[in-house]
Structure formats: C-alpha cells, structure tokens
C-alpha cells in the first residue's frame, strides 16, 4: 500500500505568501480546516526552517476557490 505524500517545497516563506496571494484572491490561515489534514503541499524555509502546510479548495468541477494555510508544528 502506497500512502501519498504532499510536495514538499523549499522557498522562502514571505515571498511565497506573497506570490500566492497575487494569484489567488482568497488565502486564508484555518488551522482547524479539514483540508489541511492532508495538505497539497508543504513549504519549507530553507533559512529558518519554519513549515507551513497549504492545500487548495476546490469546487466539484475543479474551480480553485481558495487556498489555506496553516503552520505546521
């Protein structure tokens, strides 16, 4: 059995931020949300070495509605 896991990205966090709220218009920090149970993709700071675990929330259709984020521990 194979268990999937997120893309992990090394890049630093602020720009990273910043780039994707220039292209999304709703990015929202839930850390209770159900879809960062298991995240699209994990950011990694190469200099800090600070996490954040971020997964896209879609439509049925597959519109991207929003994006959210949470730091992870």
Do not use: A, C, N
Request: positive net charge; without cysteine; proline residues 7%.
């Amino acid at each position: 059995m194979v268990i999937p896991m997120p893309t992990m990205i090394k890049k630093d966090l602020k720009k990273f931020m910043k780039e994707l709220k220039l292209h999304y218009d709703d990015v929202w920090r839930v850390p209770s949300s159900e879809y960062l149970k298991k995240p699209d993709f994990i950011i990694v700071d190469p200099k800090t070495g600070k996490k954040i675990k971020v997964s896209f929330v879609s439509l049925d259709d597959g519109e991207v509605v929003s994006v959210v984020y949470d730091e992870l521990s």
